[in-house]
């Protein structure tokens, strides 16, 4: 069932619209190909500290010897890791799925200290820049990436951004979830600062930290990869609550945050909580607005994993109740296990609101991310 | 569709019959049939790997064991597993694949479909 | 207030000692004379200076020395006084039963032989002012304090209780070092299933070896504390229905006292989509996680729960997940989230404010049908 796809000399100069934004997909580096993008003092502490060393995986998902927490058809055929071949990519995901235009997010960790953690995001960023945006690979025009900023570092992170703001592919900021404290802290206004200056939301991606960054939960540690990713989501209602209360929109009012992977189904009853408690205690705060008007305004997630109940009506009305074409971008999560393939999620959206969250929303969001795209002939368009 | 020496006991093959083909499997000599799409999201189904049902043993270290090896199939996308025999699951029984009937005639592997 | 026409069961009402000096009344040495956080803390305290309900506190003065403070007279702890507390519930508010919950922070001590020992000084008083004396003794249900930090002593404490006619539930603290799945808290559950009593898990007082309220560390804001920490629910139920705690213990039932049930539908869809792949991971509970929620879990329902009183659609919002099965009216009294039942959605069904109101908690709690007040 597979397209074969033969890079074509010229790209067609027929246009066709974009119908599905994917924010949420995840590239990742050839064996030793981040490496020359490092800052030269890190590259032998970054080898060293690998020589040796094995899996550091102790939350496996299902089969994870075997599948290793990716779709175990996305492996390319050179011994690579999956999501590490562009072209692959672009046959699952463009041709296969139907994606139109996919937001790169890599998540490639390994600093200990800030410094380190912000040579990480450089060199990441230098990577994309050559690795998956250039002409060569991007060549379709339909991969955009992110500016990964290392949040242990705000002013250093502040300054990333600035240095690759205007880069015409580059279509997001985006962050590690589990640092501590939450986003509220005045600490990091920098990074919104850089971020609202040029006019680049924030897209937060989880990814696991260490000890109490884990993340660690208030009772301790979850037992089994199903409670640990399920209650993640308290992660980021936790985050939510911070940048609300703590003033982080009224400090910068163009703010906008997009959480990736998060789920989504719990901002209903938050917003409720966060309204009911403001409503009771609200001047201590000097909230200008009802916290739930400051999620739909400033607070964006992504759809994957899109949870529902056995009756599906259920799920369609909670998505009415929370107006969620005011709060969902479409992501398919790419090359993990987890993939969500964007005709399923299609299909499984209210009518009036497919268009927004599968692309429309992502077209308001993501400035740099156009209308219309150069035509791929045998590409998939999902209905 | 496949002669028996064809398909080794723990092998199968995807032989092109409907819109997504048809993977006939050996499990220890019985032969299966699924579509190789799975009903969650549409995934290949047969690119996944067969494996056993996990059960509790609290004989075992660990307290767990796989029984039945081999006897069901997990989807590379979403890890769903199937029962190949039945195409269901003890989980969710309304959530099934399509089985095709098998049998064996001399050397030959014959599926219905 | 006092109008409901059918019959209210308060789920959550807080008692507490008089002051320091009367719990120590009920304390041996040599815990009598030791050091320990009061309930009532600066600590994320709410900002305005009122934690509780006005009117509330008891009218006894007693003269002492608060801590670092100059001998002053005060009047006793809201929700101290039987006669105080029973009046205004059961006159005034038109409650019918009242399930106490004595409010403590022992259960995050550190040192848990300390702990123990004030859980046992708090029974006693829970049982000899309010269960067995009082002019309101007949309406009062009582839960028994237990310290999850030393279970055999936990289980000693159920055992000398649980026969008790008014005692009616284990209470636990929202606060732990380790989720409520982890196999070291079996013999609690055994134990509050031998003795035929759910368990009730609420937020513990004052200060405390606790880890941070949320993952991201320390809230920065009172509102966001007050909001976030109820929810802290999720992380236990997630755990102990994935540990198998309900499978092993078909009898057991915990009420989540804190409330945040809303939270319940997004995270259990969350974990049935999730677990069809995950449960090969985990035989001890080879049910769809939401299988395990009816006649197991339950909350009481307060002040900040639910899509607000007009919400047109807070019946439907009930249904979902079958929380109308789960929800116990709670007023938390004397807190300054106190409500009461005029504060419930206005769309919810009759059958759904019955089942609220007292249908649930009779259930639960094995109660007779409680008469009406203006009966």
């Not at chain 1, 690579?80 to 071949?85: C, L, R």
């Not at chain 1, 025009?141 to 690759?164: D, F, K, L, T």
């Not at chain 1, 209903?268 to 916290?291: C, I, Q, S, T």
């Not at chain 3, 002051?19 to 309930?39: I, M």
Request: some cysteine.
């Amino acid at each position: 069932m597979t397209i074969e796809m033969q890079r074509p000399k010229t790209l067609s100069t027929e246009t066709t619209e974009v119908r599905v934004v994917d924010s949420d997909i995840h590239p990742t580096p050839k064996r030793g190909e981040l490496t020359p993008f490092l800052p030269a003092k890190f590259r032998s502490l970054f080898e060293n500290r690998a020589t040796g060393a094995g899996s550091p995986v102790y939350y496996d998902a299902p089969d994870f010897a075997h599948s290793f927490a990716m779709r175990t058809d996305s492996f390319p055929a050179d011994g690579n890791f999956a999501g590490s071949d562009p072209d692959l990519m672009f046959r699952q995901v463009v041709m296969e799925a139907g994606c139109d235009v996919l937001i790169l997010g890599p998540l490639n960790g390994g600093g200990q200290t800030e410094e380190e953690h912000h040579a990480v995001t450089q060199a990441t960023n230098a990577w994309q820049d050559a690795c998956w945006l250039d002409s060569e690979h991007n060549w379709h025009q339909r991969y955009r990436g992110s500016i990964v900023a290392a949040m242990e570092h705000p002013e250093a992170a502040a300054r990333e951004i600035e240095h690759w703001a205007g880069h015409p592919c580059m279509s997001q900021v985006l962050i590690g979830a589990e640092l501590r404290p939450a986003w509220g802290d005045p600490q990091y206004d920098p990074v919104w600062e850089a971020a609202t200056r040029n006019g680049l939301p924030v897209a937060c991606h989880l990814g696991r930290g260490q000890h109490n960054e884990l993340p660690m939960s208030p009772v301790g540690f979850m037992t089994y990869n199903h409670d640990l990713m399920v209650s993640y989501s308290m992660l980021a209602a936790n985050q939510v609550m911070s940048l609300v209360f703590d003033g982080v929109f009224d400090r910068f009012p163009d703010l906008q945050i997009v959480f990736i992977e998060h789920a989504f189904n719990w901002l209903l009853p938050l917003m409720w909580r966060m309204d009911a408690v403001h409503a009771k205690r609200g001047p201590e705060n000097g909230l200008k607005r009802k916290p739930s008007e400051y999620v739909k305004d400033h607070i964006w997630c992504t759809t994957q994993p899109l949870d529902m109940p056995e009756d599906k009506l259920e799920f369609t009305r909670a998505l009415e109740w929370m107006e969620a074409d005011k709060l969902l971008l479409f992501s398919s999560d790419y090359p993990h296990w987890t993939f969500d393939d964007p005709q399923w999620v299609r299909k499984h959206l209210p009518l009036h609101m497919q268009d927004k969250i599968m692309y429309q929303n992502a077209l308001e969001v993501f400035k740099n991310v156009p209308s219309t795209v150069p035509a791929l002939p045998g590409q998939k368009r999902p209905l | 569709m496949a002669t028996v020496d064809e398909i080794a006991p723990g092998e199968h093959k995807v032989v092109p019959i409907g819109r997504w083909g048809v993977g006939v499997y050996n499990v220890d000599g019985r032969f299966y049939a699924i579509a190789n799409y799975c009903p969650h999201e549409g995934g290949p189904l047969c690119s996944g790997r067969t494996h056993g049902l996990t059960v509790v043993d609290p004989e075992r270290p660990g307290g767990a064991a796989e029984s039945r090896a081999g006897e069901f199939i997990y989807c590379p996308w979403h890890q769903w597993g199937f029962e190949l025999a039945t195409g269901t699951t003890a989980v969710k029984p309304e959530w099934s694949i399509r089985t095709y009937p098998v049998r064996v005639q001399g050397s030959d592997v014959i599926v219905t479909a | 207030m006092g109008s409901e026409s059918q019959p209210v069961v308060d789920a959550s009402v807080h008692v507490f000692f008089a002051n320091d000096a009367d719990l120590r009344g009920y304390l041996h040495e040599p815990f009598k004379s030791r050091g320990y956080p009061d309930v009532d803390v600066a600590w994320f305290a709410p900002p305005d200076g009122v934690r509780y309900a006005p009117g509330t506190e008891a009218e006894a003065e007693t003269t002492g020395r608060a801590f670092g403070g100059a001998v002053s007279t005060v009047k006793g702890h809201p929700g101290s006084d039987p006669e105080l507390v029973g009046r205004q519930l059961f006159e005034e508010r038109g409650v019918d039963v009242a399930v106490l919950h004595p409010m403590s922070n022992a259960g995050i001590l550190p040192d848990w032989h300390l702990g123990s020992a004030i859980f046992a000084g708090y029974n006693r008083m829970l049982v000899e002012r309010w269960l067995d004396s009082g002019t309101y003794a007949d309406r009062f249900r009582g839960t028994i304090r237990v310290n999850p930090n030393d279970i055999d002593g936990a289980v000693r404490e159920i055992n000398r209780w649980k026969d008790h006619p008014r005692v009616v539930q284990i209470g636990l603290p929202m606060q732990t070092q380790h989720p409520y799945g982890r196999p070291y808290f079996r013999p609690l559950w055994r134990a509050a299933v031998e003795a035929g009593l759910p368990v009730a898990v609420h937020i513990e007082m004052g200060v405390g070896i606790t880890h941070p309220p949320t993952p991201s560390g320390i809230t920065r804001t009172f509102s966001h504390l007050t909001a976030y920490q109820p929810m802290t629910f999720v992380w236990h139920l997630l755990n102990m229905i994935a540990e198998g705690v309900f499978e092993e213990f078909p009898e057991l039932r915990i009420v989540w006292a804190d409330g945040a049930a809303d939270m319940l539908t997004p995270f259990i869809w969350r974990m049935d989509s999730f677990g069809r792949p995950h449960l090969e991971q985990t035989p001890w509970a080879p049910k769809i996680p939401s299988a395990y929620l009816a006649e197991h879990v339950y909350f009481v329902h307060g002040a900040l729960d639910g899509p607000g009183a007009d919400a047109e659609f807070a019946d439907e919002w009930l249904r979902m997940t079958g929380k109308e099965d789960h929800l116990l009216f709670g007023s938390s009294y004397p807190d300054w989230q106190m409500h009461s039942p005029d504060d419930l959605p206005r769309a919810w069904t009759p059958e759904q404010r019955e089942k609220v109101l007292w249908r649930n908690a009779a259930r639960l709690y094995g109660l007779e049908t409680p008469v009406p007040a203006s009966a």
